[in-house]
């Protein structure tokens, strides 16, 4: 074997990839006598195909039960591992000979290197300068208190083993202990994201206290790596030397590499992407942090993932870095990885009859219960439900790529035994599996936002201030909703407190970012949300006294989105959430784009709003000038309902300024109604009340139909007369007036008139909001 060759077996041999080199390589065809694959290209293809086919075969089925996809790549690799019987293991050492291992296990290391490299760009350090106690008690608890709990014990436990047997190397236990306590930041935010709270209440927690104990994780791996090497060579100065290296290199990443990145950040134009040049600079420096912690005898990945931390998270650069390498490292590396930690798992080595293997697993379910402790009685004491805080606690508890990693090397270092390591990776199998569904089971999210008290408009204070949630997810909602505000002639005797919040999608981050803007002067501080800020902090001083603006700024996934809106709107009370609606209009009345996502949003607010929901179809003609009379002029439809009342309640407010032409369209039918007495009597109540406005003020239009058909052509004809229409939603009401409508409805969320007004093969002006009225209640 040549030099090339015995350094390669030495490095695969630190990270258990390869142990020896075939002596000579076919130079015809696929396949030899004993050495199947023997072209290195071919072999690595049809492993990464057998891995990704039998992974998502296996995920296929069990995705619907709610389990995470990490559980099906450790069990393709046990499939694909020394457990099964001898006939499949021969089967699989062809798919994967010793000779080719070496060529799969460097990818993934590389890729898993480039992982965490990611994992410390998304990380926003400045998260922990606004940690409350609450998270950070947590954070630091869950982490010492199991640890400490957990060395004893596995001290307690090698007494045990020495009285009854020689020491055969089961000083293990210390690391095992190490390694459960442990709380990644990744392996928290990963499971948050599949469980889809990453930002609810309890998800905001749980990943305030992950990176308050990140730090001290990553710590406590260094120290766990430098104590096995220094009791390895029986050396304190070598120990002290490496201590001394990673401490120079900190100190560069700080004083040289980060700043650097800023000055990328500062020379990169808003709205512009990076310059590929500065991209491979960093990748190239991040390759040489990985090589520099491997040289002194550290994790490869600490290097690159201390790079990471440096790197500023979000747009443009941590989201540059992010969108190209994320979906390949995540979709391609990170599956294999898994796979091929697992791979090398035998559970046929696991000995349940034998003190070590009982101890382990005694020692795994001690430092569990601890850790799950440890995070639940802080959380109570700082006033979380014991069911949330609960849940918490064993989110805090979860495993993952990170510990299965770690699994891996010590296994590599001789530090783990095969039964150990089995043991391990079972228990991570397991977690994986239980954990996430006793989450589900403990937290349901959506129970916070049912309504104690009536929040709507109808029910606010008479002649009081309405509070409204603006969201905004482009920047042409800013003038619709601006005209929309002016169009509600807010006053000084009945002001409307409005909370615009900006939300942007999750990009380049791990954890989702929510900002107020309220004590910040200065609109540029966040380059997200300035111009929105400025708008409607202008906009207020306009309408000093009548209008009063607080910006936020909300950084999550599209999917999650709603759980921003709604905890905004559930924390302050509001009486309405007015959403964009997810066409959008040119000038000249074409559709421009459609974005699905945000009407799946939309979906899920109607849902599960704890107030009234407005839903703005706007069609890009504003007029914000009522120097004019009768210059707005605005139709509100009324058939009965809960959502109709809400509408006109909503429209009794334009009524007071000349500079609207207010229109209200009664729809009613000679034919008898199902509608019961109680409903009646509230709809009369509502229009004897609004026709108190006064006749000069409002044109009353009673207009009589038969059916469906002949109410969608009188809608239709108001879409040319007027420049907003404002319509209950009353999806799932059925009346004569709309008769035979729902059947030809397209959007069941604008409901039957709705659906009519926002169509999009409708060429009228008019924009249109869509009113419902509160539903959840307890």
């Not at 020495?162 to 928290?188: C, E, I, R």
């Not at 950084?555 to 809106?565: G, N, T, W």
């Amino acid at each position: 074997m040549n030099n090339t060759q015995e350094n390669l077996t030495s490095v695969y041999k630190r990270y258990g990839l390869c142990v020896r080199f075939p002596p000579k390589v076919h130079s015809l065809g696929f396949w030899g006598n004993n050495e199947p694959f023997t072209y290195s290209v071919p072999s690595l293809e049809v492993q990464m195909v057998v891995i990704f086919a039998l992974t998502h075969l296996l995920h296929y089925p069990l995705r619907r039960l709610g389990i995470p996809k990490l559980f099906s790549e450790i069990m393709a690799g046990v499939i694909l591992g020394p457990t099964l019987p001898k006939k499949f293991s021969d089967l699989t050492k062809k798919l994967f000979p010793i000779d080719t291992q070496g060529v799969i296990g460097t990818l993934t290391l590389f890729g898993y290197m480039l992982f965490m490299f990611l994992v410390g760009v998304k990380i926003d350090l400045s998260v922990l300068k606004t940690t409350g106690k609450k998270a950070f008690a947590v954070g630091i608890l869950s982490l010492m208190v199991p640890f400490i709990v957990g060395t004893f014990t596995s001290q307690q436990l090698l007494k045990q083993l020495t009285k009854h047997k020689d020491d055969d190397g089961s000083t293990d236990l210390f690391f095992v202990s190490g390694l459960q306590s442990m709380s990644p930041f990744v392996v928290v935010a990963m499971l948050l994201k599949e469980l889809k709270i990453l930002n609810s209440e309890l998800g905001r927690l749980a990943i305030a206290s992950s990176l308050s104990s990140e730090v001290l994780t990553v710590a406590l791996a260094f120290i766990m790596n430098t104590l096995r090497s220094s009791l390895e060579s029986n050396s304190l100065s070598d120990a002290l030397q490496r201590i001394a290296l990673m401490s120079c290199y900190v100190l560069v990443v700080i004083l040289v590499i980060r700043p650097a990145m800023i000055w990328i950040v500062k020379q990169t134009p808003e709205g512009r992407p990076v310059k590929d040049s500065y991209i491979y600079a960093i990748i190239l420096v991040m390759l040489l942090g990985g090589a520099f912690s491997h040289w002194v005898g550290e994790f490869p990945v600490l290097g690159a993932f201390i790079i990471g931390f440096a790197t500023p998270d979000g747009p443009p650069l941590g989201s540059a870095l992010a969108d190209k390498l994320d979906s390949f490292v995540s979709g391609l590396f990170i599956p294999l990885f898994m796979t091929l930690i697992a791979l090398r798992v035998n559970l046929q080595a696991i000995d349940l009859s034998s003190d070590h293997a009982v101890y382990t697993i005694v020692l795994i379910v001690v430092v569990f219960l601890v850790k799950v402790v440890a995070s639940v009685v802080p959380a109570c004491i700082c006033r979380v439900p014991f069911k949330d805080a609960l849940a918490l606690g064993l989110i805090m508890s979860s495993k993952g790529i990170v510990q299965m990693s770690f699994y891996s090397f010590f296994r590599d270092e001789r530090d783990f035994n095969e039964e150990t390591f089995a043991l391990l990776v079972s228990s991570t199998a397991v977690a994986t599996v239980v954990i996430p569904l006793l989450v589900r089971l403990l937290y349901d999210p959506s129970r916070k936002y049912a309504g104690y008290q009536k929040r709507s408009i109808m029910h606010s204070k008479q002649g009081g201030e309405i509070r409204i949630v603006m969201c905004i997810h482009r920047p042409d909602n800013i003038l619709a909703f601006l005209n929309l505000l002016d169009t509600s002639c807010p006053t000084r005797e009945s002001p409307i407190l409005v909370y615009a919040l900006h939300l942007i999608e999750l990009r380049g981050r791990a954890h989702t970012l929510f900002i107020s803007h309220e004590n910040h002067q200065n609109p540029d501080e966040s380059s997200y949300s300035g111009d929105v800020v400025y708008a409607f902090n202008h906009h207020a001083r306009m309408h000093r006294g009548s209008i009063s603006t607080l910006a936020f700024t909300a950084i999550s996934p599209r999917k999650l989105m709603h759980e921003d809106i709604l905890t905004l709107a559930m924390k302050h009370s509001a009486s309405l959430i007015v959403i964009p609606f997810h066409r959008k209009w040119a000038v000249d009345g074409t559709v421009e784009s459609e974005d699905f996502e945000l009407r799946s949003v939309n979906c899920k607010i109607l849902d599960m709003a704890p107030c009234s929901v407005g839903i703005l179809v706007d069609r890009g003609r504003h007029q914000v000038d009522f120097s004019l009379p009768q210059q707005q002029r605005v139709a509100v439809i009324f058939f009965g309902g809960s959502d109709d009342r809400e509408a006109l309640v909503f429209a009794k407010r334009m009524a007071r300024t000349s500079g609207i032409g207010l229109t209200m369209v009664k729809f009613s039918t000679n034919e008898a109604s199902d509608e019961n007495e109680k409903e009646k009597k509230l709809d009369s109540e509502v229009l004897n009340d609004f026709t108190n406005v006064g006749r000069e003020r409002v044109v009353y239009v009673d207009e009589v139909v038969k059916d469906g058909a002949e109410t969608a052509l009188m809608v239709r004809e108001m879409a040319e007369e007027f420049d907003l229409i404002i319509v209950g939603r009353n999806w799932g009401v059925e009346l004569p007036q709309t008769s035979g409508l729902k059947e030809w409805s397209e959007l069941p969320e604008m409901g039957v008139i709705g659906d009519i007004l926002s169509s999009s093969d409708l060429n009228g002006r008019a924009s249109v909001l869509v009113v419902q009225q509160q539903k959840t209640s307890v």
